[in-house]
RNA sequence: GGCGGCGUAGCCAAGCGGUAAGGCGACGGCCUGCAAAGCCGUGAAUCCGGGGUUCGAAUCCCCGCGCCGCCUCCA
């Protein structure tokens, strides 16, 4: 068998690359979470998600993953924001960091080994912005502190921005405070009513990127193996962590930089500025988190996900399917000793064939839309088998069942995906889908039994006429040999 | 203007130099009391356009065109 390495894209070489840690088996993850001003949207879960499948990989190739997500705290938004609601800025940040953390718990994500918090690491800041004054990197100025951009050589090496290119662009706000345009805050002054601390340079707060650079350098040492984040974060936000990171140290800072595209609504990126964005909360009140999981891995990482509610009813589709499948598979029992039939050796062969197509596809770059494509085609052909067939055999009820078993494993260990009992699952769901209708599970039940029983009667118009006013209502009922399974739209 | 990405059937999309996956939709058949679901069958003279490299290109290179992102805060 060929050993099994992961291929990632990385944005400094823009290339693919084959992964290798520095330490192995230890490998160094700093992801860049949120900046806590505002409620987390279908953007920011994608990046959790990502790397939470980046972590799953990495974990099953046999490496132990230290996995920072940061939680900026502290910048001007969040100042902004606290003063326009009239709220204690960290009361504040506690209210979306708790929403944050809510959303990532009902996605089932691994937690992070640290999620640390900028404004307590304000001494391990103060430290790097003191070690970059001494080294000539940086500079004070009217108690701001900024970055010397010329006094190093590689600035815009990941994001290929050129300084001469930068400095013709129009957009650079110029101040008296900066020696050169492109030089960048590491720590502001405070200004009245703002929060601050004390430092070498007089009261006031640090500056948007250096948090990350003193929290990498703290958990993850000098030079961290993966870093990652969205695509919109390349500039200025690496460039400049890079900067202030190996102006620190010298040594390089991140060997893979890992970035995923963005979720667009109509072609167009989803922000807060645009105001086109749908919040976690609006969503899990619509669709079940695994729904909204399998939505965000339907895409490879790196190209941009246009969201639509369409999209997510057909996915919706494809989960719903894919847990009545379970649901058939744990009922099946078999009525006679036997071996395997002919049919039952070709879905064998395909489960066979799932096994090291699913993981391969993972393996080149975090191809989650192929190995979903997989784990749905074996999905298929269980159920295509279960619900072909009348009698199993004592040995084709063991196969259905390891591959239930197996579809679950995999799904859960790699992607963190259908971690859910079938038959709870499915209670959850209608329950879910029944409320607004103003009706119960033993409701719908119960006329389910009623139109049973007026099939076995022969009495057609009664059943259809119960079937009719269901599906008026989005409930679908499907009649199978032995029950009729239901589901709402 | 600079940097990066993308352009594959009605729609979403895989494809990583060897002769176009898959999903949704549509149509025909099987199954069904009728449905639903499932199964079987039906789709690109061809991958935005034009050149080039190669025995061979959707895949590599060049030139256009169009869309998107970044260059200011952003996941």
């Known amino acids: 068998m060929k050993e099994k390495i992961l291929k990632l894209y990385n944005t400094l070489t823009k290339k693919l690359e084959e992964f290798s840690p520095l330490n192995p088996p230890k490998v160094t993850m700093y992801v860049c979470g949120i900046t806590a001003y505002d409620s987390p949207h279908l953007g920011h879960i994608r990046s959790a998600v ?106 815009g090496k990941l994001s290929g921005r050129k300084t001469e290119e930068l400095l013709s662009g129009v957009r650079i706000e110029v101040s008296e405070k900066k020696e050169n345009p492109l030089d960048f805050a590491l720590w502001k002054a405070a200004k009245p009513g703002e929060p601050f601390w004390e430092s070498p340079w007089g009261l006031g707060r640090p500056g948007w990127h250096i948090e990350c650079s003193a929290m990498a350098l703290k958990y993850l040492g000098e030079t961290i193996d993966i870093h990652g984040g969205g695509l919109d974060l390349i500039f200025p936000h690496h460039e400049n962590e890079i900067a202030q990171s190996e102006g620190a140290t010298g040594k390089p800072f991140v060997r893979y930089f890992v970035h995923h595209g963005l979720i667009t609504i109509n072609g167009e990126k989803m922000s ?115 619900s072909k067939t009348p009698q199993l055999t004592s040995e084709e009820e063991l196969l259905v069942k390891a591959i239930a078993k197996d579809l679950r494993d995999e799904a859960s260990k790699l992607l963190g995906l259908f971690q859910t009992d079938p038959i709870s699952f499915w209670k959850t769901e209608r329950e879910k889908k029944l409320k607004p209708l103003s009706l119960t599970l033993e409701e719908v039940e119960k006329l389910v039994r009623e139109r049973e029983k007026a099939r076995k009667e022969k009495n057609f118009q009664q059943a259809d006429r119960i079937r009719e006013e269901l599906q008026k209502k989005g409930i679908i009922l499907k009649d199978t040999k032995t029950e009729t399974f239901w589901w709402v739209e």
Do not use: C
């Not at 606290?82 to 960290?90: L, M, P, V």
């Not at 999620?115 to 800041?125: G, L, Q, R």
């Not at 790196?302 to 894919?322: C, Q, T």
């Open 50 to 155: 990502v790397f939470d499948v980046l972590t799953r990989v990495l974990t099953y190739l046999g490496y132990e993953v230290v996995y920072v997500r940061n939680i900026t705290d502290i910048d001007d938004k969040i100042i902004n924001r606290s003063n326009q609601e009239g709220i204690f800025w960290k009361d504040l940040v506690e209210k979306y960091v708790k929403e944050y953390e809510t959303a990532v718990e009902k996605l089932n994500l691994l937690k992070p080994t640290y999620t640390p918090k900028a404004s307590e690491h304000i001494s391990d800041i103060i430290a790097i912005i003191q070690n970059l004054i001494d080294r000539g990197l940086a500079y004070k100025s009217n108690g701001d502190v900024y970055f010397r951009v010329e006094k190093f050589p590689h600035y």
């Open 272 to 386: 807060k500025s645009l105001g086109n964005f749908v919040t976690m909360e609006w969503l899990f009140e619509r669709f079940h988190p695994e729904i909204i999981k399998t939505f965000l891995l339907s895409m490879h990482y790196r190209s941009p996900l246009d969201y639509s509610e369409e999209s997510l009813k057909n996915i919706e589709k494809a989960v719903y399917g894919f847990y009545e499948t379970l649901y058939w598979a744990e009922k099946v029992q078999s009525l006679k000793e036997g071996l395997l039939s002919e049919k039952a050796r070709r879905l064998e062969k395909t489960y066979q064939e799932f096994k090291v197509k699913f993981i391969s596809a993972l393996l080149e770059d975090l191809n989650t839309a192929m190995a979903l494509g997989y784990l749905f085609n074996l999905e298929k052909e269980l159920y295509n088998f279960v």
